[in-house]
Each structure stands twice: as C-alpha cells, then as structure tokens.
C-alpha cells in the first residue's frame, strides 16, 4: 500500500508521518507540493508543521499549492486523507473540513501528553479503535483552537462528524473539546493531535497513534 | 547623492575625521589599522574592522586564556577542533556529531522574543556551516529575581522567543536550564545549543579556495537590521544614558531559515560546495573576510550585486547588517547552475556576489568604484589581542569565611520539611513545565529523552540505535565563590547528567558569561574558570571542541555572577538502554551512589532559605565523577537500574521530589546520619538509582569504587521519611508545580499564588 506524505515549504513532521507508514506495513511516498503528481498512492498524510511559516493565516498559503486541486479533487472521489497539525488546517483552508483553527486560548504555544476519547471508530483512519476508547497522543500546537459557528457545531455534532474529542483538560480552547474531524464520507480525517509521535515505545508516550496508520491500510484493501 | 568613500579617496583625503570611537574602536586600534593599510580606511574598510575587531568577533580579552583548550592533549574523537564553526566529535559508525552553545544577551535583554528567537537561528546556522543536518536544540536561561516586573517582560518573551523559532524550524527542544537571580536583572542570559549530525565524509569547512570560483550569497535579502549588533550592543555594557539600541537588534523569519536548511543539505548531498559560512555576528564583513582568510587566495565581492531589503543602505551598511538566514558559498563554476537550481526548488534567493581571485586582497566594488581593499587576514584573525589586567575580587575573602555552615538550621522535623518544601518550590527548584510545554520535544521523531530528564538524549541511527546525549550545567553561585572550582563543578554535574543517562561522555563544549573584561576583577574570575574548566578536561580525557564567550554582562559597574555554561556530549551504543530519572514502579530499592558531606557553601537551600551566599563551593572529585560515571554506565549496559538522577543544587530533597513526582510514585525511606545534611548538602559526584537487584549493584559498586548507601523502597504515594511527617505527594506536587504559573501564568491560571521567593513560608 503506498502512502503519499506531501511536503510543502515548512512542512516539518514529514519525516515522522513516513516512519509511522512503514511501521505501520506500509509503503511511505514522497510528494511534492509543487507538482500535480500523486504518484498513484492509495491515500494521502499532510503532516504537521509551519507550512509558509504560519503566513497570512496557518494553513492559508499550502491549501493553494498545485498538488493541493489533485488531492481535493480526489478526496471528493473518496482517496482517504488524513490531516494533522497544520495538515488539518490546510484541509480546512481548502474547504475539505469545515471550521477553522485559530490562535490558542492562552495565546502560548503547547505541547503536552494529551488524553482524546475516540467518537468514531468507523472513518478510514480509526477503525483499529473502538468507540469510546481513550487513547494518549501528543498535541503541540499555537494555533489549534477550534472554531466554527454554534449552528455548524451543531450540525457537524448532528452528523456525527466528530472523530476526537480532548479528555482530562482542553490544551488550547476548542469548541466543545473537538480535537478531530471527519468529511460526510469519513474518508478524509483531520486532528490537531500527532498520531505520528505516539508510534514507538522509545520515543512517544505510547504506541496509541499507530491504529491510524493500520486503519487506512485496511480502508484501502477493502476499497 | 552622497559621495562614495572609495580607497583612491581615502589615499587622497588622509587627515579626513572618522568615528571610529562610535563604532566601538579604541583610539589604538584604530591607528593599527591605519598602519595596516599603509592610510586612513574607507568608511567601508572601517565599518568591517569595528564589526570583526568587536569583543564579541575578535575574542580579543579572551584569547589569550582560552589557548589552554586548544593545548589539551590531543582525543581520537574529535574529528575537527577549536576555531571552526563548531567542533566535531566522532560518535562511531561513521557517523559525526557537531554541538556548540552559543550566548544572545544582550539583544535578549533589549527585545526578548527576537533576540531569543535569532540566538537559535544563528546557532543553528552555524551548525548546518558544518555539513551536519541540525537534530535538536537546547537553551539555558537566567533572569532576575523571579518576581521582578523586569523579569515578567523578559522571560515571557525569551521562552516564546527560544520556542517560535525552534518549533518553526522543526528542531526538538530536548533540554537546559532555568535559573533566577538578582545578579541578572538587567543583564538575562540567553545560552543556545545545537547539535547536527553527519557521516565523516560530510564534514564541511569555511574556505575559499580555487581561483575563479564563485561566491555565493543565499537567503534572505539584506536589511537594515542588526546592524552593529556585534559591536555597539555585545561589546559594550549597558547604561541609563546610551541610545536606544533596539535597532541594533536582528529579527528572524524561522520559515526561510528551515528552508535554507533543506537547501543547504541537498546541496552538500550533490558536492556542489567547496566551502561555506553562515551569516552572522558582523554578516558579510564577517562571512567574506573569515572565507578569504582561511583560504588559499583572495577574493572580489561586487556590492551593488547583494539583494537588498531597503535600497537605501549604504556599502557600509551592507557589510555591517545582520540580516538574519543568509549564508555564503563558495562554488565552482560549472556547478553554479546545479546550484542555483536547488536554490530555486525551495524558494531560496541565491545570488553570484563575487569570485575568489589570485592574490592574498579581499576587495569589495561599489558602483564601479572600489571601497575596500584589505589583507583578510588583518580583519578576520590577526584582529587586537589583549593581556588585560586581572585582579582577584576584594571582597572574596570575606564572602569566602561566610560560612553557609554557620547558618541556623531547621530545629524540628516540622520545619526541616518546611525547607524542604521551599528549595522544590522556589522559582530554581521547581516544576518547569510552564517553559517547556512551549518548546517541541517530539518533532523528527528521535527524541528518546528531553526536559526534565537530566540530559537530552537523541537516536541517530533507526537501524543501529545509536544515539547521543546531552547536557547543559552552569551554577554561577558555586562560581561567584571561587570560579575555577565553580567551572569544575558545572563540567563534573554536565558529565554526571550525561552518564545518569546511561551515556559515554566524549567532548565539552562551553558559553562562558561574564561582566566587563575592563574590570580586573572580572578577568581574573573569567581566567580562573577557563583554568579550572581546562584543568577539569584534562583530568576527564575530555577534549574541548569550542565555545563561546560573552562579557560585557553587566549593567554600569554591577557585574553578573560569572557564569560558565558547561556542555557535555555523550553517546549511547544503544538508546533503547537509556535509563529516566524518575521512578516508575513499587518495590524497588532506592540507592544513593557516592559520598554526602557537610557541603553548604552556594547551596540552594543557604540561598532560599537564607538569601545567602558565602563559604566555599562544594569539593571537585574528578576522579569519583569518573568512577560513578563508569559505574553508571556499567549499570545501564547490564540493565541493573530502572531509574537514575544526579544529585545537585537543592540536594538529595530536589532529587527525591523529582524523580517521586515524574510518575507519581513514592517511597518510604530512611536517611543516614544527619537528615538536614542528608537532604540538603550539595557534595558533587551523587546520584540516586532505583533497582530490582540491590545485591548486583553492591557488587558492581564494589568493583567500581564506589560508595553506595540503602535509602528504601519505592512504592506509595507519599515521600515517607524516617523521622519526618510524611510528605504526600499531592502536596508535593502542588507545593513545586504552582509556582511559575502562579508568577508568569496566562488566563488558565488567573488566580496568583502567593510565592516564597527567597523566603520560607511560616509555618
């Protein structure tokens, strides 16, 4: 199964959402922002970082990068996309998640170990988990707050859109403690915490970040 | 349109007045380069020789000391010594590890955020210079009292500043120190480390070699930033009356310097370079001078070519800016093209300024005219050195038989854990998770072990294990009180942090802070550290791989405590063996490693409890640091310790609480002898370590040399100490983590507390 990883200019967690792939068994790709080639993969990781160092808004600059109209254009046709960080804010600026990420409440910078409970474990990055589940992931992030209006809060509530949810403590002031999103279809996936620094023993607080990476190798075999 | 001050003008015009004392020339120096030049400089040539002749270039007060690192005996490891831009150690299977710290106060103290945040840039820069791919940084700090409205301007800045940077560039922040003290208000110390790694053939050097090779410019455009930031602002103390100097100060755009990264590591992937130099410190004066010097030939820079910011700035301006993410190449010309096609990949401006020329000139044309004409070497190393005068401090005898010793003690065990609970929870003692929750530990995936360990340990090889560790140590009260035992004791606690790790130590890097080399008193105290750091590296078989130096820390005639930041790389055969400092399960024997004695003198519990500071420092034993060192590493390799942690500043009681509250775990114990010495003395060469096999480690001790001493067991969730109330671990815990929230919190933590700073809460 091959994985696209895009890297835009500022892309910094690249690497890692690689490593998480492999582990996971599967084959990690490297894309290009700036070409329109997805290289025939079967789903695609826009990993965290400070693409375009934050500029004009997080997230704002890549959503406009050429490879960026393949992979929406695909998404819409179901390829799994999963978003992370500034990966989720992209997707976001690109209208392919609704609601926005905005500055943290306590205007710091955090990173911390952070508890979610998992609302839907049937998406094509989540069905290794099972509903209900807590799971310890990092967050790190300053501008990860999540916001849309009540009324789209409560829709996306409504169509039960909600993938994760913070537990133990909000670190940053989202809305109804929304960490994770996910399209009508469930194949595309955004959430500020990094699955992809919770994959080894030796370097993350736990191995729970893994699940999303064995999760979209069965969403592609079954599709 | 002004007038250009060329060479040809300059000939004709000797007697011209030039203000070469605003640039920070003394009248000497500047009839040395008159000399040099055989005339008067051009405001050009003079701009160059203020920016590299600065304290803060030319190392001119400090050099003749610091010669006793380069005559240490020579080490296999290192691969390239001292005056590069970093040195590099051989960490074995080919692979080289480069690390150096790297001092920005004073534009820390003038604009917190960007100079903190342009002190990572510009350490960062210099690492990447090496060859190595950047993998991790680290910061070590000082401010002013804690509860200073001073320090509530500077440290919010600095720590966003460190962290802004850091994160955006995708560097792990994996460890350093806080530390606060009065001696720092108005002079804060801003330490940043960088470590890179590469394979042995990747190893880079700055030098311009090669007759007709090009010389490249990359980066950010040239501004009006920064300008004399070397000279005017690092060089000279602060006073009331001087100018603004906040324009003096470079402003950072981590963005383009990640991107300058990712350029810079698939142009040396290709060869495309022959030698390379970052900007920073006196910018391009700096990068073609030092280039051209250490090369075989000349070189020829064309001004006019330099992409500007504001096209306003004039030649001098040009050569003095410190613009920050910019980097000089030098290239051969049927590479030029491959070149600046990577450049254009990441978005990088790169430009062909000049090339290197036959002869031994370095030349600098503006507008067709030429504006300097000068021998490198004169500007970049043949710069002043000075002997200056020393003089040990008048009043060190006396702050020597004031004995921390003669200070009352707690009476009860009611007011004995009343202190015990005010060293953990004074602003040095306690919980920094308010800093480094700011800072990314996770990013690359390699961290293994970051802040609050007792060093940052980092993997290098995925396949092999292979890994390094690091740590940053500089006590400046164990150094007010005799600064070469004070040096040798951040060098033995950098190495002791290093080896609780489970780590090899292998090489000393060094930012030593100090006031005012002008000041007798302050040389000799700079001069004992160096003597005692160099005399300490000996005794380790440590080689010194370079460092850095900043004087001048000090505000009119108030000089900070010298403080000599030591750090101290290790390696790790194997990182899945590395061992915490904190405590993880019950039932587990808790054992002190080496020998405690009435050692109060520069303690933090003289310091907090008394707001003291006298007596004499802790006695150095290099060679029990050496002995617990093998002992520890010996203990790793052979699994025997679950958990490992130095014992330092605050004694056994800060290093019982922390490594009881990193999981919650407590333990019920009890202390030989004294308990106010057991808990409080600082004697060096310490650690605790917990074990399921007590009996193999006595054994191993034995063998090793060193002492071991039985505290108890592991297990409970309280710090149950023979003849003390029981401490439990909620109260623990609220006691050390509430206090910097409670001083600098934001809107989660609206409520202050009341902190005891520098006082003991009645009890």
């Known amino acids: 199964m091959r994985i696209g990883i895009i890297t835009f200019p500022g892309s910094l967690d690249d690497v890692d959402a690689a490593r998480a792939v492999r582990l996971a068994g599967g084959e990690p790709v490297a894309l290009w922002h700036a070409e329109h080639d997805l290289k025939d993969v079967d789903a695609v990781v826009l990993p965290g970082g400070f693409s375009y160092g934050d500029y004009l808004r997080a997230g704002a600059i890549a959503a406009r990068a050429p490879l960026m109209q393949d992979v929406v254009d695909r998404a819409r046709q179901g390829l799994p996309v999963l978003g992370i960080c500034n990966g989720f804010q992209v997707l976001c600026e690109a209208g392919l998640l609704p609601g926005a990420l905005t500055r943290n409440s306590h205007l710091h910078f955090r990173n911390r170990d952070q508890v979610l409970v998992v609302e839907r474990a049937d998406t094509a990055w989540t069905t290794d988990y099972t509903h209900g589940q807590r799971i310890v992931i990092p967050v790190k992030n300053g501008e990860g707050r999540y916001v849309a209006a009540d009324a789209d809060l409560d829709r996306l509530e409504g169509e039960n859109r909600v993938v994760f949810r913070y537990a133990d403590g909000n670190p940053n002031g989202s809305s109804r403690d929304i960490a994770g999103v996910t399209s009508e279809d469930g194949r595309v996936v955004g959430l500020m915490p990094h699955p992809e620094h919770a994959v080894e023993d030796l370097t993350g607080p736990s191995t729970d970040g893994l699940g999303f990476f064995t999760s979209v190798l069965k969403a592609v075999v079954a599709a | ?763």
């Not at chain 2, 802070?513 to 105290?525: I, L, R, Y």
């Not at chain 2, 958990?643 to 919650?664: F, K, M, N, P």
């Open chain 2, 1 to 763: 349109m002004t007038l250009i001050d060329t060479v040809e003008r300059a000939e004709k015009t000797p007697d011209d007045e030039q203000p070469y004392r605003e640039l920070g020339l003394k009248d000497d120096e500047y009839a040395r380069i008159r000399d040099i030049l055989g005339r008067r400089p051009t405001t050009a040539e003079l701009a160059m020789y203020s920016v590299m002749w600065s304290e803060h270039c030319s190392y001119k007060s400090s050099k003749v000391h610091l010669r006793q690192f380069g005559d240490l005996p020579p080490s296999d490891a290192l691969l390239v010594g001292i005056g590069e831009n970093a040195g590099v150690v051989d960490v074995g299977d080919g692979y080289a590890v480069t690390f150096k710290v790297e001092s920005h106060n004073h534009p820390s103290y003038v604009e917190p955020y960007q100079g903190a945040a342009t002190g990572v840039g510009g350490i960062v820069r210099d690492i990447l210079t090496m060859g190595a791919r950047p993998i991790a940084v680290m910061d070590s700090l000082r401010f002013g009292r804690a509860d200073a409205p001073d320090t509530a301007r500077v440290l919010p800045g600095v720590v966003a500043g460190v962290g802004g940077y850091g994160n955006c560039l995708g560097l792990p922040n994996i460890g350093g120190e806080l530390l606060f003290d009065e001696c720092y208000a108005g002079n804060p110390l801003v330490n940043a480390l960088c470590v890179g790694v590469m394979k042995h053939e990747d190893v880079r050097l700055a030098k311009a070699e090669g007759v007709g090779n090009k010389v490249i410019l990359f980066g950010a455009r040239t501004g009006g930033d920064g300008i004399g930031g070397v000279s005017v602002l690092a060089s000279e103390t602060f006073d009331a009356e001087g100018p603004a100097k906040r324009p003096s100060v470079q402003v950072g755009d981590p963005f383009t310097e990640k991107l300058l990264i990712e350029a810079c590591l698939e142009i040396f992937a290709a060869d495309l370079v022959t030698g390379i130099q970052d900007l920073g410190g006196a910018g391009l004066s700096c990068a073609t001078s030092e280039l051209a010097s250490a090369g075989t030939g000349g070189m020829h820079v064309d001004l006019d070519t330099v992409p500007l910011r504001d096209s306003t700035l004039t030649p001098a301006e040009i050569l003095m800016s410190e613009s920050q993410e910019r980097m000089c190449a030098i290239v051969e010309p049927d590479k030029v093209e491959q070149f600046l096609a990577v450049c254009r990949k990441w978005d990088v401006l790169a430009t062909v300024i000049g090339e290197v020329t036959e002869g031994d000139r370095l030349t600098v044309d503006w507008h067709g005219e030429r504006i300097v004409d000068v021998p490198p070497r004169t500007v970049a190393h043949e710069g002043p050195v000075y002997e200056r005068p020393m003089a040990r401090p008048a009043d060190l005898d006396a702050l020597q038989d004031d004995d921390a010793a003669q200070l009352p003690r707690p009476s009860t065990p009611e007011e004995l854990q009343a202190h015990w609970l005010a060293v953990v929870s004074s602003p040095d003692g306690a919980d920094k998770t308010w800093v480094t929750e700011q800072y990314d530990r996770y990013v690359r995936g390699n961290t293994v072990l970051a802040q609050p360990e007792d060093a940052g340990v980092v993997r290098i090889d995925e396949d092999s294990h292979r890994g390094i560790a690091l740590a940053l140590d500089g006590n400046a009260r164990y150094a007010r009180l005799d600064p070469y035992t004070g040096a040798q004791l951040n060098l033995a606690e950098a190495y002791r942090n290093v080896a609780v790790s489970g780590a090899k130590p292998l090489a000393v890097t060094n930012c030593l802070n100090f006031g005012s080399p002008e000041e007798p008193e302050v040389m000799w105290q700079f001069a004992e550290a160096v003597r005692g750091l160099a005399d300490g590296c000996r005794e380790l078989g440590l080689p010194v791989t370079g460092g850095n130096v900043s004087l001048y820390n000090q505000t009119g005639d108030v000089a900070i405590n010298p403080t000599p930041v030591i750090g101290v790389l290790g390696v790790h055969e194997d990182v899945r063996r590395r061992v915490p400092s904190g405590w993880r399960a019950a039932g587990e024997t808790v054992l002190l490693l080496g020998l405690t004695g009435e050692e109060f003198g520069g303690s933090a519990w003289a310091s907090v409890v008394h707001g003291h500071l006298g007596g004499r420092p802790p006695a150095v034993d290099l060679a029990a640091e050496r002995k617990l060192g093998e002992l520890l590493a010996a203990l790793g390799r052979e699994g025997l310790v679950t958990s490992a942690h130095d014992v330092a500043d605050g004694g056994l009681a800060q290093t019982l609480t922390e490594s009881a509250l990193r999981h919650g775990v407590g333990a019920r114990l009890v202390l030989p002898g004294d308990r106010f010495t057991a808990l409080f003395s600082e004697s060096a060469a310490r650690a605790v370590i917990t074990t399921t096999d007590p009996g193999g480690v006595k054994t191993t001790a034995q063998w090793a040399g060193v002492p071991v001493t039985e505290l108890g067991t592991t297990g409970g969730d309280a710090l149950a100490v023979d003849g003390l109330p029981e401490l439990p671990l909620a109260e623990l815990r609220a006691a050390w983590s509430a206090t910097l929230p409670a001083l600098f919190g934001g809107p989660e933590h609206s409520t202050p507390l009341t902190v005891p700073a520098g006082t003991v809460p009645t009890s």
